[in-house]
């Protein structure tokens, strides 16, 4: 039978093991944003929810697949198209803004006679969020089924603007929140040409190989965090499979 210093020793062994468990834990992040992935990455890393896990933020989509495949990333916080292309993570939560669990993208021109009627005419400028083989049917589905002639795939929100200036796309997708942080950028008034079909905000995932591990951190993250991502608060993802 041990006394009681050897069994306060074991405690400690065991509890020191579990504590490495858990830091061993990656959370990735690929959410396209006008803040750097670093500021994202060290804003994510630096709340308390997350004390636990190591966190990975990407600025493009290549290099969190890399990862994905590489790392043994357990969580993923990820565009929600994400989940409609790839199966290795299942979500778990959901991403909101004021409660809202979706949004419509602003679909915008530089010139008023590129509206929604000439959609299918024209190149669109798009982020690559789900690979550079999937992005134009993302962009027609969200659409609502409107086929686009072409799309061109950026990493960076920053450079969809250029690419109407410039004349390579008469369109470019944005977020509500991406347009107001860089619309004063724009040398010409971004003009509305119509809205998409509602789109889930990010979720966050587990790889289905650590399915069970609990996860409940993720609710307590701080909304300044989440607001770099143009959030503000997480709830249980109801679609969740059972």
């Known amino acids: 039978m041990f006394d009681r210093r050897t069994a306060f020793l074991c405690l400690c062994i065991l509890m020191l093991g ?9 959370l990735g992040i690929f959410y396209p944003s006008v803040k750097p992935s670093k500021e994202v990455q060290k804003t994510f890393a630096e709340d308390a929810a997350l004390k636990d896990i190591k966190v990975l933020a990407f600025a493009s989509f290549e290099d969190f697949q890399t990862a994905v495949t590489s790392e043994d990333i357990t969580y993923a916080l ?5 989940f409609q292309y790839f199966s290795e993570f299942e979500a778990i939560y959901q991403l909101t803004q004021d409660g809202q ?43 609502a089924g409107k086929k686009v002639k072409r799309v061109k795939q950026v990493s960076k929100i920053a450079d969809l603007y250029p690419l109407l200036a410039l004349g390579n796309a008469q369109y470019a997708i944005f977020s509500p929140h991406d347009l107001e942080l860089v619309k004063s950028e724009f040398a010409s008034k971004p003009i509305q040409a119509f809205r ?47």
């Open 18 to 26: 579990v504590q490495q468990l858990k830091a061993e834990e990656k």
């Open 101 to 143: 669990a979706s949004f419509r993208n602003i679909v915008v021109s530089l010139d008023p006679s590129w509206n929604e009627e000439k959609f299918s005419q024209g190149i669109v400028g798009a982020i690559n969020t789900v690979g550079r083989d999937k992005t134009k049917t993302m962009v027609e589905e969200i659409c």
């Open 196 to 242: 998409t079909s509602e789109v889930q905000l990010p979720l966050i995932g587990i790889r289905k190989t650590k399915k069970g591990h609990s996860a409940d951190f993720f609710l307590k993250l701080n909304p300044t965090t989440l607001r770099l991502l143009g959030v503000n608060g997480v709830k249980a993802n109801p679609n969740q499979e059972k």
């Open 78 to 82: 990820v565009p929600s198209a994400y």
